[in-house]
């Protein structure tokens, strides 16, 4: 079992940034996938960032080359740096994981999720 808790939300302006945090519980934290997905009102939630226990790292189009995924896994934490923030990345932010080696894209395929973190983007 592992158990999620998210960080670092806010508001902020347009251009601006802000780290999100997950801390997570757990012996084997290392051996997870980890992965950032976001919600916005009236829409599904989606893939945002993904990072893999020896630190590969894959990312939404919508967000590459703005995000950075990183994790310490001597801290049980995985990080999302997000810059040059936009209106449209305005969502309730969630972190999961699952075991393996496997890094997938689908809510479906994460087998644990933090209760999220408001972040919201003014113009």
């Known amino acids: 079992q592992v158990q999620l808790v998210e960080s670092g939300g806010g508001l902020v302006q347009a251009g601006d940034s802000l780290r999100l945090s997950c801390a997570a519980s757990g012996r084997t934290f290392s051996l997870y996938i980890m992965g950032w997905f976001r919600q916005a009102p009236g829409k599904e939630r989606e893939f945002v960032a993904a990072i893999g226990s020896a630190g590969s790292t894959y990312y939404a189009d919508s967000v590459k080359g703005r995000f950075t995924i990183s994790r310490d896994n001597a801290k049980n934490t995985v990080y999302l740096q997000m810059n040059s923030l936009k209106p449209e990345d305005t969502a309730v932010y969630y972190c999961?994981?699952?075991?393996?080696?496997?890094?997938?894209?689908?809510?479906?395929?994460?087998?644990?999720w933090g209760q999220g973190t408001q972040v919201t983007v003014s113009s």
């Open positions: 999961a994981a699952r075991p393996g080696l496997l890094i997938t894209f689908t809510r479906d395929t994460y087998n644990y």
